[in-house]
C-alpha cells in the first residue's frame, strides 16, 4: 500500500582498533604518543585495582562491589577527553573514568566497605557525582547539570554513563527527552555489556541496537565497540564538541561484554557459559591497545614491566591507606540529615550516644 | 500590605524570591505560559522569562531528577507537581537522590530544592486530585515538609523552604488556595521551618491541626468555646516534618488533653506520630486519650461522597466534647 | 568519516481522506455502506453527548471534564475494529469508543460527576478497563493484559490509549519495551491532539514525530492522519491483525487537533491562538466524513436530521438517567477497600454511620 | 516436615502456589535462569518453564504494571522487587491502580497480586539495599503489607498473600533469610493475613515487634526475664496493614505496659501507629508510657555504620527496663 515516507534514520557502527589490535588507519584519530600511552596507563591501573579489590573482597577485607574489568575502555578515554568544568555522572561501573577524574583510589574502597567518606572528594570543583545504584536516575540529574551549566554560562558538558539495563528505566527516556526538549549539553554513553546481572541483551530489549533509542528524541546516536579505546576517544570528542556547541545531546552505545560477575555476590555460571566468556577474553581492550601501541612503536614488554610495577605499588598504597585507623565516628549521620539543627535529631543523638556509651560499658 | 488568597500569596514569594536571587528557577508542567493549572506562577514567565521559568514536558520523575542535577550545580529549582496525587511517580528520584546526597557525602554536595504541590481535598476534583499523603513524604529521613494553613503563612514558609539548604516539600491545601484572604505584607517575611504555630492560648484542651483543616479546627474550638466556656489552646503545625513536638507536648504538659485533626486516612498518619509524642512526653499530664479526628482508612471516594469523608466542624466538635467528657 | 551503517529505519505517514473530504480511492477500505454509516453515527452521538457535557459543567449539573470534540474519528473506527474479546484501554479521551464498546452513556455522566459508579459496567465482559488519570499507567496494564490473553490461549489484543504528552511519561517506555521484548498482541494509539494542557506538540519531545519512539524499540510505527476514519480503520485492523498473528506490537500515531479546552477547568485562550483553532476546526472529522458520505451516495441531508434527532433523544435520555435520584450510599467505600473483613475497617464504618446519623440530627 | 530457612520456606509456598493454581504467575528481574538475586525463585524455572516464570525487563513500575494489567485479566501474578529500596520507582502504578481498582469499580474489578520483596538492613549490603520502609506502604489504603519473621510463618502467610484478593505488599526480612531455620511441614500451611501472633503469653510487659526485628526482641524478653524474673508477653504483627490492634491492645489492658521494637526511622512509622492504637483503646490500663524503641531519624546510613543503628537486644532489654522502671 503505497504510504508517504516522512521520516528516514539509520545508526552508525565505529571501529577503528579490531579485537585483533588491527587498526583501521583511515579512520585513526590524532592523538599522540602521550595521549595514548596515558590511555594505556590508566586502563592497566584500573585493571589492578579491579583485581585487587576482587581479592580483598574474596578475603573479607572489602564488600560487595561490581567489577569493572573489560570495561576500560569507555570510562578512561571518556574522563580524558572531558574538560575539568564537564560533570562526570557515572552509574557504578567506571571505576577508571573516576581514577583519570582525580578520584584518590582509596574512594572506591570506602566507598564498598560501607563509608559514606568513599564519596567525599578532596575537592568538590571535581565534578564527579557520586555513584547511583537506583538505576536510570542518574540520567534526569545529567540533564539538570548541564542545563544547570548552559544557564550560568559556564559551557561545560554533562557526560551520563548507564547500562544496557538501565536503559529499559523509565527514568532513561524521560531524561533522553528532557535533554533533547532542552537541546542540553549532554553526552549519553550506554555501556551495553550484554548482560544485567542474569538478563542478556536481547532479552532485556528486542531492539537490535540500543543506539537506535536515540531516534526516538532525534538525538544522534552511534553504536561503538566499547572494547576500542580509540572509538570511543573519537565519539567522545565528537559529542563533547557537539554539546559545546549548543548542538544538544549524544547518544553512544559503547558495546562491551561484563567479563567478571555482576558483583561479587553473584554467580555468573547460572546463566552463561564459559565459552562465551572465553570468547569475550578474546576480545578484551588492553590485549588489543598493547598490540596496538606495540604496532606503533611506541611500548614494548620492557616498558609494560615497570609499568606493572608502578600500579601495583599504587594500589598497595591505596589499600594500605584503605586500611590504616580511622577516626571517622560512628555518630556522623546525625550531623548530615538537614544542614539546620532540629530538636529531634538532636534528642535522638543523644539518645544514641548513650547507646554507645551503654554498650561499651556492658561491653 | 494587601488582603491576599492563597494563591496570590505564593506567587508573591515566588515572584520576589525569583527577583532576590538568581539561582532560584522555577519548573513544571504548565507553569510557564499557562502561569500553573491554579495560577501559582502567574506572570512568572513574564517578568523573568523562559530562561528560569520552564514549562517541562509530562514527566514527574524527570522534572524532580532534573531540579536534583540544577541544585547539585548549585541552583535552587522551585518545581511542581501538578497534584500531589502524581507526585508517586518520582518517589523514586526524590527518595533515592534528593533527600539522601547530603548524608551520603556528609554534606560536600547538598540538594536545596523546594517542590510545590497541592494537595487534600475539598474543590469537587476528579479521582487522583484530592488525596492528603504528607505522611507519606515525612517518613523519609532528609526530606522537610511543609503546609502551610493561610495566605500569610504560605508566603513566609514558601520564602524559608526556597532559602532552605534542603529539600522540602511544599504541600499546598488546595482547598484554601481562594477560600479566604489575608493582609500579607509586602516586605519579605520570613517563618522558620521546623515550628509549629500557636494560633489561640487556651488552657483546658489543645487542639492540633494543619493544613486546609485549620479552618474547621478553629471553627469548632469557637463553637465549643462558645457553648462551654471551654479554653482550648490551638497549635497550627506548619511543618510535618521535622515535627516540632516540643510546642505540642509543652501544650499538653498545660491542658491535659489534646485532639488531632488530620484528614488523611487515620492510619500510620501524621496524627499517629503527634499522639506517640505526647505519649512519650507527656504521659503523666494527659487527662483523657489523645483523640485522632481524621479521615479514613478508606480509598479517597470520589467527589460525589468527598462530603462525608472529610473531617468538619462539627466532628472536630464532637471530637473535643469527648475528649473533655472523657 | 566512513562508519558502518548497521540499521535503517523509516516512518510512513497515511491518510485516505484529506481535509476536504477527498479520498485517495487506491487507498480506501472496503468497508461497507452499513459499516461507514455506522461509524459516522457513533461520531454524531460521540459529538452530541460530548456537546451536551459542556452545557450541563457550565450549568454546574456536572463535574469538570475533558471534551472529547474533534478526536471522534480515532477511537470510534478503533472500537469498530475490536472484536469483544479484546481489551479496551483508554486515557481520558476515548469518549466514542467507549461508548461502541457499550458503556452506557450514563457512566461518563457519572464518572464526571464524582460517583464510582461511573465505572461500574452493565457486564464485566464489555473488557474496558477504566479512565487512567495518572498519564502513561494504562501503557504496562494493557501490556499485562495481552500477555494474559495470550497466556489464556484467548487470541485476544489489547488496545491502548494515550495523548502525545503522555509519551512523555517513563510508564510509556517501560511499557512499548515490555510489549516488544514479550511481543505482546497489543496495539498503542498515540493521540497527538498537538497539546498537552499548555504545552504544544513540539515543546513536548523534540522528536519530528511521535511515531518514531516506536523505533526505539523495533516496535513497527506508522504515523495517520487521525481526523481520518478511514486511515484510523487501515491502520487498526493491520495492527490488531499482526497482533493477533503472533507478531507483536505497533505504535500509531493519530495526529489529530485538540479542538475544545483541555478541561473544561482550562482556557485555551492563555496558550494558544484564535486563529489555529479557527484552522483546525477546517479539519475536523465530522465534516470531511459527512462529505464523503455525501460523495459516495450514502448520505445526504435528509438523512441528517432525523440521526441529529435520534442523539439528541438518546442523550437527553441519558441525561434523565444521570439525574434521576439514586440510592447510592455514601458509605459505600467502607465496603470496597478489601475484598475480606477487617476490623478496623469495620470500626471506622461504624464511627461514619455515627457521624452521619448525628450530622443528620443536628440538620 | 523439613528444617528450612526463610529461603526455602518461601521457595516452597512459590512452588505448591504455582502447582496449585495455573493463574499464578511468577515475574521481576533475574527471578528466572538466576532463580533470584536472593535465590528465592529458584528451581520455578525449571519447574514451570518460561511462559509461568518471566525474567523481566530492568523497570520497576513495568513489573508492577504490567502485573495489575495480568490480575485484572484472572492471573495472579507474584512480582519480585529486587530489594524494597528500588521499590519507590513503582510508587505510582502502585498507588494509583493497584490499590484502588477495588474501590474505584466497587469490586468489579479487582487486582489481586503480590510484591514481593526483600526489606532491612543487617547484611552489610551496598546502599539502597537496608532501608525499612513498611510504613510507607501501610499508609495506602487498599494496600495489605504482611511481614513474616521466620521460615514457618514467612511459608504460611505467602501462601495466605498469594490466595488474597487484594494486593498485598510481602515484605521480607532480608536479615532473617537464612539466619536461621524451622521445620516447615510439605503439607499446605495458611495463616491469615491480618491477624497478629501471640508468640510467648505474659503478664507484665508486652513488647510487640515484627519482621527481622523479632529476633532481638525475644531475645532481649529472655534476657529481662532471667535478670528480673518479669512475666514478659511477646506479640509478632506479621500483618502491617491492616493493622490487628486488637491483639495488642488486648494484651496490653492486661500488662499495663507496652514496649514496641521497630527497625525503621522512628517518625511517621507504624510503633507511632501501634502507640496511638494503644492510647485510644488502653489507655486507662497504661502504667508507663508506650516505648518505641527504633531506628533513628537519619538517612540509612553505609554498612560501615550500620551496626550502631539497628535496634539490639541490649538496646531492647534497656527499653524494657526504662517502661518497668517508670
Ligand atoms: C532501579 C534498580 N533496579 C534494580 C537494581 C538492581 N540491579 C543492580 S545492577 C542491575 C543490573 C544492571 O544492568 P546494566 O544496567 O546492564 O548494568 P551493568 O550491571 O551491566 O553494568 C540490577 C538489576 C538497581 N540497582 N536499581
Ligand atoms: C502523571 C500525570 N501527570 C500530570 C497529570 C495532569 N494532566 C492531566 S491531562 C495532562 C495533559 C495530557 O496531555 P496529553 O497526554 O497530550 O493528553 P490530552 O489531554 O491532550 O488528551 C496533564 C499534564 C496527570 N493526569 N497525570
Ligand atoms: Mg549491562
Ligand atoms: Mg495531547
Chains 1, 3 share one sequence.
Request: charged letters at 25%.
Amino acid at each position: 500500500m503505497p504510504r508517504k515516507q516522512i521520516a528516514k534514520f539509520s545508526v552508525q557502527h565505529l571501529q577503528i582498533l579490531d579485537e585483533n589490535g588491527k587498526l583501521d588507519a583511515k579512520l585513526e584519530p590524532k592523538l599522540s604518543e602521550d595521549e595514548l600511552l596515558e590511555i594505556y596507563r590508566w586502563m592497566r591501573l584500573a585493571r589492578e585495582l579491579d583485581e585487587r579489590m576482587l581479592k580483598l573482597q574474596r578475603q573479607g577485607r572489602l564488600g560487595t562491589f561490581p567489577p569493572n574489568t573489560g570495561q576500560e575502555a569507555i570510562s578512561i578515554p571518556v574522563a580524558l577527553a572531558m574538560q575539568d568544568k564537564d560533570w562526570f555522572v557515572g552509574a557504578f561501573r567506571e571505576l577508571g573514568g573516576r581514577l583519570v577524574r582525580g578520584e584518590p583510589l582509596t574512594s572506591t574502597l570506602y566507598y564498598y566497605n560501607g563509608w559514606e567518606e568513599g564519596n567525599i572528594l578532596p575537592n568538590k570543583d571535581l565534578r564527579i557525582i557520586p555513584t547511583s545504584v537506583v538505576i536510570g536516575c542518574q540520567v534526569e540529574h545529567a540533564v539538570g547539570l548541564a542545563w544547570a551549566s548552559r544557564y550560568k554560562g559556564e559551557d561545560s558538558v554533562a557526560v551520563c554513563f548507564i547500562g544496557d539495563g538501565g536503559t529499559s528505566e523509565g527514568d532513561f527516556h524521560e531524561g533522553l527527552n528532557f535533554a533533547s526538549a532542552w537541546k542540553a549539553p549532554v553526552v549519553f554513553i550506554v555501556q551495553n555489556n550484554q548482560w544485567a546481572i542474569s538478563m542478556p541483551r536481547q532479552s532485556q530489549t528486542a531492539s537490535g541496537t540500543i543506539a537506535q533509542k536515540g531516534i526516538a528524541y532525534d538525538i544522534p546516536c552511534l553504536q561503538i565497540d566499547g572494547n576500542d579505546p580509540l572509538a570511543m576517544h573519537v565519539a567522545i570528542t565528537e559529542a563533547l564538541d557537539r554539546a559545546r556547541k549548543g548542538e544538544g545531546p549524544t547518544l553512544i552505545e559503547a558495546v562491551t561484554y561484563r567479563l567478571m560477575m555482576h558483583t561479587t555476590a553473584d554467580d555468573p555460571k547460572k546463566y552463561r557459559s564459559e565459552e562465551e566468556e572465553k570468547v569475550a577474553w578474546k576480545k578484551e581492550p588492553l590485549l588489543r591497545f598493547n598490540k596496538y601501541l606495540k604496532d606503533k612503536g611506541f611500548w614494548d614488554d620492557a616498558k609494560e614491566e615497570p609499568l606493572r610495577g608502578e600500579v601495583k605499588a599504587k594500589v598497595e598504597d591505596a589499600v594500605k591507606e584503605f586500611e590504616s585507623p580511622k577516626d571517622w565516628q560512628q555518630d556522623d549521620p546525625f550531623k548530615h540529615v538537614f544542614g539546620t539543627e532540629h530538636a529531634v535529631i538532636a534528642e535522638q543523638h543523644k539518645d544514641f550516644l548513650g547507646n554507645v556509651e551503654r554498650e561499651a560499658d556492658h561491653g | 500590605m494587601a488582603k491576599l488568597n492563597m494563591v496570590q500569596a505564593i506567587n508573591l514569594a515566588l515572584h520576589q524570591e525569583m527577583a532576590n536571587d538568581k539561582d532560584v528557577i522555577v519548573l513544571g508542567q504548565d507553569v510557564g505560559v499557562d502561569g500553573g493549572v491554579f495560577r501559582l506562577t502567574e506572570g512568572l514567565l513574564e517578568e523573568f522569562g523562559t530562561g528560569r521559568v520552564l514549562d517541562t514536558p509530562l514527566a514527574e520523575s524527570a522534572i524532580i531528577g532534573t531540579s536534583i542535577g540544577m541544585a547539585l550545580a548549585g541552583l535552587k529549582p522551585v518545581c511542581e507537581m501538578q497534584f500531589s496525587g502524581f507526585s508517586y511517580l518520582m518517589m523514586g528520584q526524590f527518595e533515592a537522590h534528593a533527600t539522601r546526597m547530603r548524608a551520603r557525602t556528609h554534606g560536600q554536595l547538598t540538594v536545596p530544592m523546594v517542590i510545590r504541590m497541592p494537595f487534600g481535598g475539598g474543590v469537587r476534583a476528579l479521582e487522583h486530585h484530592s488525596e492528603s499523603r504528607e505522611a507519606t513524604y515525612a517518613h523519609l529521613p532528609g526530606a522537610k515538609v511543609v503546609t502551610p494553613s493561610g495566605p500569610r503563612n504560605a508566603r513566609a514558609l514558601l520564602v524559608a523552604a526556597i532559602r532552605d539548604p534542603d529539600p522540602v516539600v511544599f504541600m499546598e491545601p488546595k482547598h484554601s488556595y481562594r477560600a479566604f484572604r489575608e493582609e500579607v505584607p509586602d516586605k519579605e517575611e520570613v517563618m522558620p521551618l521546623g515550628k509549629a504555630q500557636v494560633v489561640q492560648e487556651g488552657t483546658e484542651l489543645t487542639l492540633v491541626s494543619w493544613g486546609a483543616m485549620m479552618r474547621p479546627t478553629v471553627k469548632a474550638a469557637a463553637q465549643v468555646e462558645k457553648e462551654r466556656g471551654t479554653s482550648i489552646e490551638i497549635i497550627d503545625l506548619l511543618t510535618i516534618s521535622p515535627l516540632d513536638s516540643d510546642t505540642v507536648v509543652e501544650s499538653v504538659t498545660r491542658t491535659g488533653r489534646c485532639v488531632v485533626v488530620q484528614e488523611a486516612p487515620r492510619s500510620f498518619g501524621v496524627s499517629s506520630e503527634i499522639t506517640a509524642r505526647i505519649n512519650d512526653k507527656a504521659f503523666l499530664y494527659l487527662e483523657a486519650p489523645v483523640k485522632r479526628l481524621t479521615g479514613f482508612d478508606v480509598v479517597t471516594p470520589y467527589f460525589g461522597r468527598e462530603k462525608s469523608y472529610l473531617p468538619n466542624a462539627s466532628r472536630v466538635a464532637h471530637a473535643i466534647e469527648e475528649t473533655l467528657n472523657f
